[in-house]
């Protein structure tokens, strides 16, 4: 089955412990994108990548980094995770042979920093 | 700076009519315009799209208008079932689309009930 798939789903963090929220996909996928749903405010995306070793900053990149370094991972890391990164969080994917942008998006992660 | 917004952050319709939701757009050198539907607990999931040579595209009981005199994209969904239940959002990429996609930006969302 086709999907992008986050771990974890949810997680309680405190302020300064370094997290990972890992993102997967099996779509062979070359553009992938982290966002993040705040209540009024849409998704606001916080990185993307156009492929492998390739990526950029979003709208709202402070206080996140990413890496690409295979074409089906793009792992999202807050090194001292404050408690306005509390939010949910979605990655999706998108292939640049569509003609288009239709991105896949996962199931999300729900993050709380304490 | 760019921006896309929604001008009704809620909507209410009766199942069996039609149902109308609105976007504006600040960037009008965009050329690509996405609509999604996020139902509860879920990721965002793709409905249609359209490019700016465009000013109607049709699905499956959906319909995209776009108006680039005034910035304006709506998106029609017709028979209003309650499946439809849920909050839309209109995304635009700011780069004029070629091989890359860059950065897409998202509007606040429209939360559409359906009643029974």
């Known amino acids: 089955e086709a999907q992008v798939t986050q771990n974890p789903r949810y997680l309680i963090t405190v302020t300064g412990k370094k997290l990972t929220v890992t993102c997967s996909q099996n779509m062979n996928h070359e553009y992938m994108s982290w966002y993040r749903q705040d209540p009024g405010l849409g998704l606001r995306q916080i990185y993307y990548?156009?492929?492998?070793?390739?990526?950029d900053k979003g709208d709202v990149p402070e206080g996140y980094k990413v890496s690409r370094k295979e074409k089906r991972n793009f792992p999202l890391i807050l090194e001292s995770p404050s408690p306005n990164q509390t939010s949910l969080y979605f990655c999706a994917s998108s292939s640049r042979t569509s003609g288009g942008n239709e991105q896949f998006f996962g199931p999300g992660t729900r993050l709380t920093v304490l | 700076g760019e921006s896309v917004g929604l001008h009704l952050p809620t909507l209410s319709v009766q199942e069996g009519d039609n149902s109308i939701i609105n976007c504006a757009y600040s960037?009008?050198?965009?050329?690509?315009f996405i609509w999604y539907k996020q139902e509860s607990g879920k990721g965002p999931q793709f409905i249609i799209d359209?490019?700016?040579?465009?000013d109607k595209r049709q699905g499956q009981r959906v319909t995209v208008l776009l108006n680039k005199t005034v910035k304006h994209l709506s998106l029609q969904i017709a028979a209003t079932q309650p499946g439809d239940s849920a909050v839309y959002f209109c995304?635009?990429?700011?780069?004029?689309?070629?091989?890359?996609?860059?950065?897409?930006?998202f509007g606040p969302g429209t939360s559409l009930s359906v009643i029974p």
């Open positions: 359209i490019r700016s040579n465009m």
């Open positions: 990548s156009m492929n492998v070793e390739v990526t």
């Open positions: 960037n009008s050198a965009s050329d690509y």
């Open positions: 995304a635009e990429n700011p780069r004029p689309l070629k091989t890359s996609y860059d950065k897409v930006i």
